[in-house]
């Protein structure tokens, strides 16, 4: 009899822990697959929102460039989504993913590749016993932590002091597949003038020019109170790193090495800090 009675307390005891298990599956399920996007058509465009997965299917109705819906499920290269209670199919290279502000964890569901420049045997520019390649390993790291606070999975495409060539940044990036890629220098004057100064932002693919324009508004929004570093601007580059990259990105240079007040400025705990907190209000605006 005590047999029996041992025997039912295992069933039962193993059906309730595999429901509880089930039940947090699923929870856990329903919250990863649930996202806010964007529609990114062209502005004179508009994206169909359809019955099924395909273009055979119908059009329920199309939706305008920037309008916010929700990812529900991902089927190949088409993604199901919820827009005013409807529901319906839109093709995936159509939408981007939407940084909800008010959130406790805004960039959740987020990935960011954070690239520090140089490393190894490349020391990059090297100016008053300071190589470049330290101090963009101390910014990543900084940014890193930043990026993480606000909830972004981050990968490092460098976290020690090792070689890594430019082709090899853009493998990591292509196999991760990121929402962005942010890439940390420091720049020297090309004239050896000692006067050069300021923070600079580039681009290089054109789809990536509003992203790195959002980075540069975040960082001049703090910076312009936190440090006399100027503004140098944002612009086009032709960089191996943007434009292998599949992804969009950008190349923040944190000042000048070769301009000794400068680097005085630039080589700081603080500064890098004030940096970072820029560049993520920047991503953070920027998927809004």
Do not use: C
Not at 260 to 275: A, G, T
Request: hydrophobic share 35%; glycine share 6%; charged share 25%.
């Amino acid at each position: 009899m005590r047999k029996t009675i041992l025997k039912w307390i295992a069933v039962i005891s193993m059906f309730t822990i595999a429901a509880a298990a089930l039940t947090v599956m699923s929870s856990s399920s329903a919250n990863a697959a649930s996202v806010k996007m964007k529609v990114t058509a062209p502005n004179t465009d508009k994206l169909n929102m359809r019955k099924g997965p395909g273009v055979k299917y119908s059009t329920i109705r199309k939706l305008n460039y920037n309008t916010v819906v929700t990812r529900t499920k991902v089927s190949g290269s088409w993604s199901k989504i919820t827009y005013k209670g409807e529901s319906g199919w839109v093709s995936t290279k159509y939408l981007r993913k939407v940084a909800i502000k008010s959130a406790t964890f805004p960039l959740d569901n987020f990935t960011i590749v954070v690239d520090a420049g140089h490393g190894g045997t490349d020391d990059g520019a090297f100016y008053y016993n300071t190589s470049e390649k330290s101090v963009n390993l101390k910014a990543a790291k900084e940014l890193k932590k930043q990026l993480e606070y606000e909830g972004a999975e981050v990968v490092m495409t460098r976290s020690t002091d090792k070689t890594l060539s430019l082709p090899g940044r853009v493998k990591i990036s292509k196999k991760i597949k990121p929402d962005a890629y942010i890439s940390l220098h420091h720049n020297a004057s090309k004239t050896g003038n000692k006067t050069d100064k300021g923070y600079l932002v580039l681009y290089t693919k054109s789809k990536e020019k509003a992203f790195t324009k959002a980075v540069y508004s975040g960082m001049k929004s703090v910076l312009s109170t936190k440090t006399t570093v100027p503004y140098e601007g944002y612009r086009y580059q032709n960089l191996h790193v943007l434009r292998e990259n599949p992804y969009i990105g950008t190349l923040v240079e944190y000042g000048y090495m070769s301009t000794p007040s400068e680097l005085k400025k630039i080589n700081k705990d603080s500064y890098r800090k004030y940096v970072a907190q820029g560049i993520v209000k920047g991503v953070i605006n920027y998927f809004d």
